[in-house]
Nanobody, 116 residues
Framework: QVHLVESGGGLVQAGESLRLSCAAS????????RGWYRQAPGKQRELVAR???????IYADSVKGRFTISRDNAKNTVYLQMNSLKPEDTAVYYC??????????WGQGTQVTVSS
């Protein structure tokens, strides 16, 4: 079993920055990829950013150039640096960890609210 703990969410004004963290613990032999998703009220959960075991990253078009995903393998932690935040970035952000294509885990979510 793998346990994910997110932190770093909060209330900020448009244009400001936040950094989310997601620490993983438990039975982790190898990680295929890790990602951040978000879900705004009334909308489906969407992929924000993802990083694979070999360091390849992908981003949603809406966050390209503003958000950066990174990781610290020694700490089993993944980060999401969010700059130039916009009100439309307001959502609950979820950390995801995939050990394989059939085994994945989710964090409990952290609220990010951006006021205009």
């Amino acid at each position: 079993q793998v346990h994910l703990v997110e932190s770093g969410g909060g209330l900020v004004q448009a244009g400001e920055s936040l950094r989310l963290s997601c620490a993983a613990s438990g039975r982790i032999l190898s990680i295929w990829r890790r990602g951040w998703y978000r879900q705004a009220p009334g909308k489906q959960r969407e992929l924000v950013a993802r990083i694979t075991s070999d360091g390849r990253t992908i981003y949603a078009d809406s966050v390209k150039g503003r958000f950066t995903i990174s990781r610290d393998n020694a700490k089993n932690t993944v980060y999401l640096q969010m700059n130039s935040l916009k009100p439309e970035d307001t959502a609950v952000y979820y950390c995801n960890l995939e050990l394989s294509g059939t085994e994945g885990y989710w964090g409990q979510g952290t609220q990010v609210t951006v006021s205009s």
